[in-house]
C-alpha cells in the first residue's frame, strides 16, 4: 500500500467527483440491493469499467468513457490500497439490504465517504466503519448491507472496488492499472 499521504490525496480526489457525478445519467438498476418499497429506478449507482452487456458481451461502461478522470482518479486510489480490479461500483445514498454479489471473482473492496455519522458496512452482522476506511471480504460469501446514517439528508457515497466472475476466460484485460 503506499503511503497514507498519497492514499488520503486520493480519497480527496475521488470524493470530489462523487460530489459532482451527474448521479441521473448513469443510473442502473440493482434490483437485490434495492430497500423495501424503494423502486430500483431511484437508486444512484453507476459502475465505472468493464461491463456485461446483453447484445454486446463484455466492454467498457459508459460511466467510464464518460467521465475518464473520475475513472483515473478510481484506478489510482485502487493502486494506492494496492488492490486489483477491473470495476468500480459507486452509490450515493444507497441503504443497500442484506445481500450477496454473485457476480464478484475474489475479494472486494469497499469504502465511503461524505458528512454522515453511523452508515457503517454491516458484514456476517458486523458492523464496521469504512468512512475512509478500505475494508476487503469476499462479498459472494459473506452477507453484508448499510446501516442507517445521521443526519439523515447527509449524503453518503459508497465505491465498491472488483472484479467480475466471467463464464470464459478472457486473453487479456480490458482495464489497465
Not at 43 to 68: D, E, F, Q, W
Request: aromatic fraction near 12%.
Amino acid at each position: 500500500m503506499a503511503d497514507q499521504k498519497t492514499v488520503d490525496v486520493w480519497y480527496d480526489r475521488v470524493e470530489e467527483h462523487l460530489k459532482t457525478f451527474n448521479w441521473k445519467k448513469f443510473h442502473n438498476t440493482r434490483k437485490s440491493v434495492a430497500p423495501e418499497g424503494m423502486s430500483h429506478k431511484q437508486l444512484l449507482t453507476a459502475h465505472l469499467g468493464v461491463v456485461r452487456r446483453k447484445c454486446v458481451g463484455y466492454c467498457m461502461s459508459k460511466a467510464a468513457l464518460k467521465n475518464p478522470d473520475f475513472f483515473f482518479c478510481l484506478q489510482q486510489l485502487a493502486k494506492a490500497l494496492n488492490f486489483e480490479c477491473e470495476v468500480f461500483t459507486v452509490n450515493k445514498n444507497l441503504i443497500c439490504r442484506p445481500h450477496y454479489d454473485a457476480q464478484i471473482r475474489g475479494q472486494s473492496l469497499t469504502i465511503s465517504f461524505g458528512t454522515f455519522t453511523n452508515g457503517r458496512t454491516v458484514v456476517e452482522g458486523q458492523a464496521i466503519d469504512t468512512k475512509r476506511h478500505p475494508l476487503k471480504f469476499d462479498s459472494r460469501e459473506m452477507e453484508h448491507w448499510t446501516e442507517p446514517w445521521l443526519p439523515a439528508d447527509a449524503d453518503r457515497y459508497c465505491v465498491v472496488m472488483y472484479n467480475l466472475r466471467y463464464p470464459e476466460q478472457r486473453s487479456e484485460p480490458l482495464v489497465e492499472q
